[in-house]
């Protein structure tokens, strides 16, 4: 499976992105897809995962109320809309698959991962 994460950029505190996590390859094999985002000087941390069906939507403490995560089954992709963006978002955000059931919020539950995408929300 090949991961493409797009969307990242600069925005001012309040403001939303959208990033997209496109998938290739063996997709058919993917179960669970999920982003995690890292800050510098911080681990990875689980932001929000979806089932490839479309189903099965859960989110990190610091994505709920903010964040949504949902699957373009048509397209392969998964977006993550961010809205309400704080200076603490900051971080390179990462798309992730898993090929199988179980826990989804661990960074060593995922199989493939995507290249990152830098989000900077100034103050």
């Known amino acids: 499976v090949q991961l493409q994460a797009s969307g990242g950029g600069l925005v001012q505190a309040g403001g939303s992105l959208r990033l997209s996590c496109a998938a290739s390859?063996?997709?058919?094999?993917?179960?669970?897809m999920g982003w995690f985002r890292q800050a510098p000087g911080k681990e990875r941390e689980f932001v929000a995962a979806?089932?490839?069906?479309?189903?099965?939507?859960m989110y990190g403490d610091s994505a709920k109320g903010r964040f949504t995560i949902s699957r373009d089954n048509t397209r392969n992709t998964v977006a993550l809309q961010m809205n309400s963006l704080k200076p603490e978002d900051t971080a390179v955000y990462f798309c992730?698959?898993?090929?199988?059931?179980?826990?989804?919020?661990?960074?060593?539950?995922?199989?493939?991962w995507g290249q990152g995408t830098q989000v900077t929300v100034s103050s």
């Open positions: 992730a698959t898993k090929g199988i059931s179980g826990t989804y919020f661990h960074v060593s539950a995922y199989d493939y």
């Open positions: 390859g063996r997709t058919n094999n993917i179960y669970r």
């Open positions: 979806i089932r490839w069906s479309g189903t099965s939507i």
